[in-house]
């Protein structure tokens, strides 16, 4: 398997996709997310979620600005701030399952 940055298996072909293509990637991206979920492996090397909420944060004050409902992304920003509380700001945005289920709580 290839792996791309922060460990993370690589897109073959990523950025030149025809529309056709694009659901095919679906399974190899789904795949690697439910790996780092269940190994509570959260790599913020590409991506780390306090830049997520950096963009979550414009795109509620832009949306509020032009009349938008921002309700499900402000709820999203808030739990990515909780993450970031918690000590987790150079995690990946999918440590967020752990403050939606920590860990053994829905066994």
Not at 17 to 43: C, F, H, K, M, N
Not at 74 to 86: D, H, M
């Amino acid at each position: 398997m290839k792996l791309g940055r922060g460990g993370r298996r690589a897109v073959p072909g990523c950025g030149r996709e025809r529309p056709e293509q694009v659901g095919a990637l679906l399974p190899v991206i789904i795949d690697g997310t439910a790996e780092d979920v269940d190994s509570g492996r959260y790599s913020g090397e590409v991506n780390p979620i306090t830049s997520a909420v950096s963009s979550m944060a414009h795109i509620v004050h832009t949306s509020e600005a032009h009349g938008i409902d921002a309700s499900v992304m402000r709820v999203a920003e808030g739990l990515a701030r909780r993450v970031i509380a918690q000590g987790h700001g150079g995690d990946d945005f999918l440590r967020i399952v752990e403050v939606l289920n920590p860990r053994g709580t829905l066994e």
